[in-house]
């Protein structure tokens, strides 16, 4: 058996691999039979995050840190949609960390409480980012399950949107409510034949290397020269 530290760090990362199955519940209600993992939502606010603190001026390192951890506490409480929050009480989440991390050499305990703890304060400028992170998250993802045909998701685009505090989400989830969320497919499928032969001229045909049989092109003969 591992040191007993050593073994409260892997517990823990056993754990989280919860966030991988849990479903992010709300999304239910809105009719998306398989709806996104804690885990799939936990990942894009983190990427959100980072780009809102470069965009603000923050830390970005430590405002996607704050994202990663900010469900962390779902693998015991599970998602408790918003529907349900008026008659659902659970322990408050820096509670759940603290039991979470239990096991843990002291230095790591207490950084990761301080990230859970700074992000459900929303004092700091990354804790107000991270949090903005997670509403302008829920948006892109109602605009894509919109995408796909459910009709339902106006009202988590609206209150999202809603929520925002900081200029940069703002703007942002503007532009995610005016920008379809296959443009970026369709830009690059277009661009395509240029991205994979970039040596190719645009007017250029193409040429394959080998005929059906897998034999090389040869040059063909020149014409004999008349007298």
């Known amino acids: 058996m591992p040191e007993p530290e050593l073994e409260g ?3 823990f990362l056993y754990e ?8 992010r519940t709300g999304w239910w209600i809105a009719g998306i039979d398989n709806p996104e993992s804690i885990a799939e939502h936990s990942f894009r606010t983190a990427l959100i995050g980072y780009l809102l603190a470069v965009m603000e001026g923050a830390d970005p390192a430590r405002t996607a840190t704050l994202c990663l951890f900010h469900d962390t506490q779902e693998t015991r ?5 918003s529907v349900g929050k008026a008659y659902v009480v659970t322990a408050p989440n820096p ?3 603290a ?19 700074e992000f459900e304060s929303h004092e700091t400028l990354e804790a107000q980012l991270a949090k903005d992170a997670d509403k302008l998250e829920c948006l892109i993802q109602a605009r894509e399950y919109q995408a796909q045909g459910h009709a339902d ?10 929520a925002l505090q900081s200029k940069s989400a703002r703007q942002l989830a503007e532009a995610c409510q005016q920008v379809p969320p296959r443009q970026w497919w369709k830009a690059f499928a277009e661009a395509y034949p240029r991205l994979v032969n970039p040596r190719r001229q645009p007017t250029e045909p193409a040429h394959d290397q080998a005929d059906a049989k897998g034999e090389p092109d040869r040059p063909k003969p020149q014409e004999a020269r008349k007298p």
Do not use: C, H
């Open 153 to 162: 998701v106006p009202p988590w685009i609206e209150t999202s949107a809603a």
């Open 99 to 117: 039991d979470q991390v239990a096991g843990f050499p002291a230095e790591i305990r207490q950084a990761v409480r301080q990230v859970v703890e």
């Open 16 to 23: 989280m691999g919860l966030l991988k199955r849990y479903k």
């Open 77 to 81: 409480i599970g998602d408790v949609p």
């Open 9 to 11: 760090l892997t517990n």
């Open 95 to 97: 509670e759940v960390t």
